[in-house]
């Protein structure tokens, strides 16, 4: 995974303080400069590195995966947001996914590199035709895992991003019900005190469980969280809505 930035004005300090530290550059305003530290001292950005991973990401739907058995062989998965890559990296090998027999589809409107047993569409989610442009890339098959880790750019007023945030879950979920085959999981990113009454309600209708958990590869200090729906009951009739 390639880091913004890290050709010029990077050095370490000698004695006990082994961080690496961003000299301000020229051009560079300080909240670029506080990301670029936090990333080269992060040591999930080294660890992903290291091993091959496309993002830190990988590292917390490992850990969901391995508390929550979320992936079992066979099992068809959507990845919303799927830029840089990281989760359906992780997911493939283990549902099985190949490039003969492509179980996972992700959207961005990011560009994404090419990943074996993964099919990508560059498309923007919000798009009106974007969930029946992943049911067809599917062949029309119901999904087993619907996975959000989309992110609205920021604009630094948290309500407005919080309302962003909240929308992008709200669509996942929607997608979610509309594909989901029964006994089915959605995983999506929140953040702590974002998930909405009435988001959740509708989880809860149409799920046995909901459980928050908050991977330790999240950065520390980070508001966001992760909402597992499990056990999807299938359409929910209108009537007992």
């Known amino acids: 995974m ?3 930035g890290t050709g ?14 961003v000299k301000t550059a020229k051009g ?10 936090r990333q080269l001292n992060d040591p999930y950005v080294a660890r992903a590195r290291a091993e091959g991973y496309r993002s830190r990401a990988a590292f917390k739907i490992m ?3 391995e508390r929550y058995h979320l992936f079992k062989k066979g099992q068809r998965v959507v990845d919303l947001g799927i830029a840089p890559g990281g989760w359906s990296q992780v997911a493939a090998p283990i549902v099985g996914s190949t490039n003969a027999n492509p179980l996972i589809v992700g959207i961005d409107y990011l560009d994404v590199d090419p990943l074996d047993g993964v099919i990508i569409l560059k498309k923007d989610f919000n798009d009106e035709d974007a969930p029946q442009a992943l049911i067809q890339a599917l062949g029309g098959h119901q999904v087993d895992i619907v996975l959000s880790d989309m992110a609205a750019p920021t604009t630094g007023h948290r309500a407005t991003d919080h309302m962003r945030i ?3 879950v709200e669509l996942a979920a929607d997608f979610a019900v509309r594909v989901l085959a029964p006994g089915g999981t959605f995983v999506t990113k929140v953040f702590q005190g974002g998930t909405e009454h009435e988001l959740l309600a509708m989880l809860k209708r149409h799920f046995a469980t909901t459980i928050h958990a908050k991977p330790k590869a999240s950065r520390v ?3 966001e969280t ?15 809505e």
């Open 221 to 223: 200090g980070s508001a």
């Open 63 to 65: 850990e969901l995966d």
């Open 226 to 240: 992760y909402l597992l729906a499990r056990g999807f009951k299938g359409n929910v009739p209108e009537d007992r």
């Open 2 to 4: 390639k880091v913004k």
């Open 8 to 21: 010029q004005g990077i050095g370490r300090r000698s004695g006990t303080d082994l961080k690496v530290r």
């Open 28 to 37: 560079r305003k300080i909240g670029s400069t506080l990301w670029l530290q």
């Open 166 to 168: 909240m929308q992008l």
